[in-house]
């Protein structure tokens, strides 16, 4: 029941903040789903018992590699389908706790969350990166080939 | 010469069009220098930051500048001018009506109208409170906070130059109206309603941005992004902090 809340809610969330930053209209549904399905593995993970910046990373890769496909098939660009996925992964939340723990003077917790931020914005940065180093190497790989059988 | 001028100026229109609408700078660099390369210019230069773009079609040419000053998302014009530039390099478009369309991407409106985003801000803010652990008691009041403060962060802006501040009255709003609803017994966690009717204000594009450009080397335009991400934050922050103190 959890799973299906949760479902629902992360998609109107992810297609929300597409209209919010004017995406394109019809790459809104497809907006929704690639941050429905990374937020579900993040969610999964986290509840089987994962640490926070493992499970984010994992999630920020899956969103990539949904995302490049999405920029393959649809002919739009990458950032697109990028935006509106990770953005149930960003710790914005985390960020505005943190601010607020400073302004109440309670340094200890605020340093402590503002590391936390700092952690998870780069889990999300190494995420990114990973795939897209892969689906470069990838590229170079079947291009390679294909000179190759050309020469041969 | 007139040439190497026309082909300046779509590439800077193209590259301010992007900076504007939030695009990532190496991306804005790499679109130049394509548009530029496609016309035979194999040495030209860019140089974008959040604040401006230098640009040059050879090392020793005359250099152009933009300054870009005013900076939101706007995903359909990256597509728009994503797709001008493919047209441009796979030779389908002359450069003068590449301008003209480019000129056109650049007046138009926002592709969503206001009330539309405010719809969207109330589910998202809605939505965020149930994914952050809120239960269903929480769903109405987070839906009608994240909405309003939205409304009042985009009417504040249209008013004041400085985004900050409207961020600030827009999470003073949020934090009187998330005690109103806890003192009249609608919704049960006042921290899970904030956090929901925040997250359409929180800066969190502009974090991961800021880590993205300074792991691709983009020193600059990655600490300006983090601290403009930190500003964002602060002022959020501080708005919610005056609402309790006002309480």
């Not at chain 1, 998609?11 to 019809?26: D, K």
């Not at chain 2, 998202?124 to 809120?134: D, E, L, N």
């Not at chain 2, 959020?236 to 309790?244: E, H, K, L, M, N």
Request: some cysteine; proline content about 2%; glycine content about 8%.
């Amino acid at each position: 029941m959890t799973i299906i809340a949760q479902l629902a809610t992360s998609f109107v969330a992810a297609a929300g903040f597409g209209v919010l930053f004017n995406a394109p209209r019809r790459s809104l549904i497809k907006c929704g789903l690639v941050g429905m399905l990374g937020w579900i593995l993040y969610y999964v993970l986290v509840d089987a018992g994962m640490e926070v910046v493992p499970a984010t990373v994992l999630a920020a890769m899956l969103v990539a590699v949904l995302s490049h496909i999405c920029a393959r098939t649809f002919k739009t660009p990458i950032i697109i389908f990028v935006v509106s996925g990770i953005i149930p992964l960003v710790p914005g939340g985390i960020a505005y706790d943190a601010m607020l723990h400073y302004i109440n003077n309670d340094y200890f917790t605020a340093v402590q969350l503002s590391a936390k931020v700092m952690l998870l914005s780069g889990g999300i940065a190494i995420g990114l990166m990973f795939s897209e180093v892969a689906n470069q190497l990838i590229q170079r790989q079947i291009v390679g080939k294909i000179k190759y059988k050309k020469r041969s | 010469m007139n040439m190497d001028i026309s082909i300046a100026k779509v590439c800077m229109l193209a590259g301010k069009i992007m900076l504007e609408s939030g695009a990532e700078t190496y991306r804005v660099e790499d679109t130049m220098n394509r548009i530029a390369v496609s016309y035979g210019l194999s040495n030209a230069q860019s140089y974008a930051t959040p604040t401006g773009i230098i640009f040059s079609v050879d090392r020793v040419e005359k250099t152009n500048f933009i300054r870009i000053s005013r900076r939101s998302t706007d995903l359909h014009k990256i597509a728009e001018v994503n797709s001008i530039s493919r047209q441009l390099t796979g030779n389908e478009l002359v450069l003068s009506e590449a301008l003209l369309l480019l000129e056109e991407v650049d007046q138009a409106k926002l592709a969503f109208a206001g009330w539309i985003q405010v719809i969207a801000a109330a589910f998202v803010a809605g939505c965020f409170t149930i994914m952050f652990g809120g239960t269903w008691t929480d769903f109405i009041p987070a839906l009608l906070t994240g909405g309003i403060g939205y409304a009042v962060m985009l009417w504040f802006a249209q008013l004041v130059e400085t985004r900050f501040i409207a961020e600030f009255v827009a999470a003073l709003v949020i934090g009187v109206l998330a005690t109103f609803f806890i003192y009249n017994g609608m919704g049960a966690e006042m921290d899970k309603i904030i956090i929901g009717a925040v997250m359409p204000l929180v800066p969190g594009l502009h974090i991961t941005n800021a880590v993205r450009d300074l792991m691709a080397g983009h020193l600059v335009a990655g600490v300006s992004k983090g601290v403009e991400a930190i500003l964002t934050a602060f002022a959020i922050g501080a708005g919610i902090a005056v609402a309790f103190a006002i309480f």
